[in-house]
T-cell receptor, first 111, second 111 residues
Framework: GEDVEQSLFLSVREGDSSVINCTYTDSSSTYLYWYKQEPGAGLQLLTYIFSNMDMKQDQRLTVLLNKKDKHLSLRIADTQTGDSAIYFCAESPGGYQKVTFGTGTKLQVIP | SQTIHQWPATLVQPVGSPLSLECTVEGTSNPNLYWYRQAAGRGLQLLFYSVGIGQISSEVPQNLSASRPQDRQFILSSKKLLLSDSGFYLC??????????FGSGTRLTVV
């Protein structure tokens, strides 16, 4: 079955860049997502990328996709304390298909 | 616009008591609906999903059940809660190509 893996924890200093990595196994993945979960809240869709794209940039966020290696990354530039959260990588074949989530990476931003 | 409502936000229940968590979606019809549980602020465990009224698929055998009495209503229930049912419960709906939209979650503590 589908599998999405992430490292569990990342710690960075405020103002530095954060890079959160993710690998997936399903070659039919069409959509790849990054969700953010702040403490005590539901998940919020941050950004997504289609599988025919290599990169997507949205303000401080840059998503890189290496389809050959099935590797997805999320780079947060100028990381702020408000970026502290759990970040989930996810993939889906698209349409109304189920989304498969990774285990989440907890990002700690040190002031 | 589409919105998803989930309640209550927090719940403390004794062992052996019943449970009913409700999720409703507005602004869409015939959504795919999901119940997830998240233990200790980490990974998401898919519990149930529904593609239509009365159609429930269970992903994990457990002490819980789900029902979909109306198109935009999804209910998570238990007849007798166990300590192990404690966790953060999230409802979500599938908005086609843009992944899931999540509710704000219910923190359940079984004492």
């Amino acid at each position: 079955g589908e599998d999405v893996e992430q490292s569990l924890f990342l710690s960075v200093r405020e103002g530095d860049s954060s890079v959160i990595n993710c690998t997936y196994t399903d070659s039919s993945s069409t959509y790849l997502y990054w969700y953010k979960q702040e403490p005590g809240a539901g998940l919020q869709l941050l950004t997504y990328i289609f599988s025919n794209m290599d990169m997507k940039q949205d303000q401080r966020l840059t998503v890189l996709l290496n389809k050959k290696d099935k590797h997805l990354s999320l780079r947060i530039a100028d990381t702020q304390t408000g970026d502290s959260a759990i970040y989930f990588c996810a993939e889906s074949p698209g349409g109304y298909q189920k989304v498969t989530f990774g285990t989440g990476t907890k990002l700690q931003v040190i002031p | 616009s589409q919105t998803i409502h989930q309640w209550p936000a927090t719940l403390v229940q004794p062992v052996g008591s019943p449970l009913s968590l409700e999720c409703t979606v507005e602004g869409t019809s015939n959504p795919n609906l999901y119940w997830y549980r998240q233990a200790a602020g980490r990974g998401l465990q898919l519990l149930f999903y529904s593609v239509g009224i009365g159609q429930i698929s269970s992903e994990v055998p457990q002490n819980l059940s789900a029902s979909r009495p109306q198109d935009r209503q999804f209910i998570l229930s238990s007849k007798k809660l166990l300590l192990s049912d404690s966790g953060f419960y999230l409802c979500a709906w599938n908005g086609a190509d843009y992944g899931y939209t999540f509710g704000s979650g219910t923190r359940l503590t079984v004492v």
